[in-house]
């Protein structure tokens, strides 16, 4: 089963605008750490943000925030004041409790336009 | 600047041929980790390395192999290349191992089997 789901493929916004990244998962480890990676078209997966699953307030790193709904298994992640240099490739990932590989789901492309 | 670095950039290997894929970690880091990352698609696990030895492997034949040195650098070893081991091959180190440890990614190596 797949273990992060994405369904975005890819994405507009205009520069200066807030977006939503769409990210759900699955697990019944009740001990995980999701992530989100940017990766540009230079290949280099560079961290964003992370958010524990026992982490009671949502994530927030400058113009990042993690929206995490325990419940509903998401965690989407908000991009706001787009940039022209947000445009990349966005990936949420999982670890596991107990586990030390990341899973990661099929990526959402985001375009800012000017 | 994540200080993990990768060589070489790029690559072209015949199917059938074997290949050394090389990553220096970042200074103080003591785990190492591959992923394989086909077009279009998010980074898959290959496995892990901690203090030289294997702790870690994703679903992958044992014709991919590592090795991680005293100093911490890493190589990732993939004999009887297949056309379908074209691919981005990133490796990822850490200080610790833990939830919610933060996985600093090289640039990749970019693999092309012909």
């Known amino acids: 089963a797949q273990k992060i789901t994405q369904t975005q493929p890819g994405m507009f916004v205009q520069e200066k605008e807030a977006v939503t990244l769409d990210c759900t998962y699955d697990?019944?480890?009740?001990?995980?750490?999701l992530f989100w990676y940017k990766q540009p078209s230079s290949g280099e997966m560079i961290f964003l943000i992370y958010?524990?699953?026992?982490?009671?307030q949502n994530a927030t790193e400058g113009r990042y925030s993690l929206n995490f709904q325990k419940a509903r298994k998401s965690a989407n992640l908000v991009i706001s004041a787009s940039q022209l240099g947000d445009s990349a490739m966005y990936f949420c990932?999982?670890?596991?409790?107990?586990?030390?590989?990341?899973?990661f789901g099929a990526g959402t492309t985001v375009t800012v336009r000017a | 600047e994540t200080g993990v670095t990768q060589s070489p950039t790029h690559l072209i290997k015949t199917r059938g041929q074997q290949v050394t894929l090389r990553c220096s970690s970042q200074?103080?880091?003591?785990?190492v980790s591959w992923y394989q990352q086909a077009l279009g698609q998010g980074p898959q696990f290959i496995f892990q390395?901690?203090?030289?030895?294997?702790?870690g492997r994703g679903n992958f034949p044992p014709r991919f192999s590592g090795l991680q040195f005293p100093n911490y650098s890493s190589e990732l070893n993939v004999n009887a290349l297949e056309l379908d081991d074209s691919a981005l091959y990133l490796c990822?180190?850490?200080?610790?191992?833990?939830?919610?440890?933060?996985?600093?990614f090289g640039q990749g190596t970019r693999l092309t089997v012909v």
């Open positions: 990932a999982m670890r596991e409790g107990g586990y030390y590989k990341l899973s």
């Open positions: 200074s103080g880091h003591n785990t």
């Open positions: 958010q524990g699953s026992y982490d009671q």
């Open positions: 990822a180190s850490s200080r610790l191992r833990g939830l919610n440890t933060e996985a600093f």
């Open positions: 390395y901690y203090r030289e030895e294997e702790n």
């Open positions: 697990t019944s480890d009740p001990s995980y750490g």
